[in-house]
């Protein structure tokens, strides 16, 4: 019955054969969440992400010319997420990613619904505005995510009777291609 709920993470990502030139790289991010429920159906809030660890990938043609650093994108977004009747959650955000990187804001939707006590579908859309103009640039940065998938609760948690969710559950999701954005 707190209204405020917090979580820190920290995410990883080992690549193996990434990318077209199949590069080996290591990236790392802090991703934290902070929010406020305003009634037991409804929150806002703030979560971001912060990058900690870059790499360099061989990004050109032919491959090993063109050697760039890569990094995950820092981002700041706020959010609404709302807790609706049969046990399910939408979580709907809007933020910026830092000056130097190949974004400048984003948007995006994270869902969860639960198909039985135990397992829940997960779906999520992320999409980034590239911070260059129209044109060969401008769609070379863009990025956008959708993830589909199930997620099994112990214990029979997928239903959630509010938004703080249940207690002994994760506050922040598994990082995904949404939330663990890959710039230059």
């Not at 590239?130 to 769609?139: F, K, M, R």
């Not at 949404?178 to 230059?184: P, Q, V």
């Amino acid at each position: 019955c707190d209204p405020i709920s917090w979580g820190v993470v920290y995410d990883t990502f080992f690549g193996h054969q990434w990318g077209w030139a199949a590069n080996e790289v290591y990236l790392s991010q802090v991703r934290g969440i902070f929010g406020y429920a305003i009634n037991e159906c409804n929150e806002v809030g703030f979560w971001g992400t912060l990058q900690t660890q870059g790499d360099r990938a061989s990004l050109g043609f032919p491959v090993g010319v063109i050697n760039s650093r890569i990094h995950t994108m820092n981002q700041a977004n706020g959010f609404l997420r709302h807790n609706w009747a049969f046990g399910g959650s939408t979580m709907g955000y809007v933020g910026v990613v830092d000056r130097a990187d190949v974004g400048s804001w984003q948007y995006g939707l994270l869902n969860l619904i639960p198909a039985s006590d135990n397992v829940s579908v997960y779906a999520n859309f992320t999409y980034v505005a590239p911070s260059s103009a129209s044109g060969l640039v401008g769609s070379a940065e863009d990025q956008w995510n959708v993830s589909v998938g199930l997620m099994y609760s112990f214990g029979g948690k997928a239903v959630s009777p509010t938004v703080s969710g249940q207690a002994g559950l994760p506050l922040l999701p598994v990082a995904n291609n949404g939330s663990f954005l890959i710039t230059n």
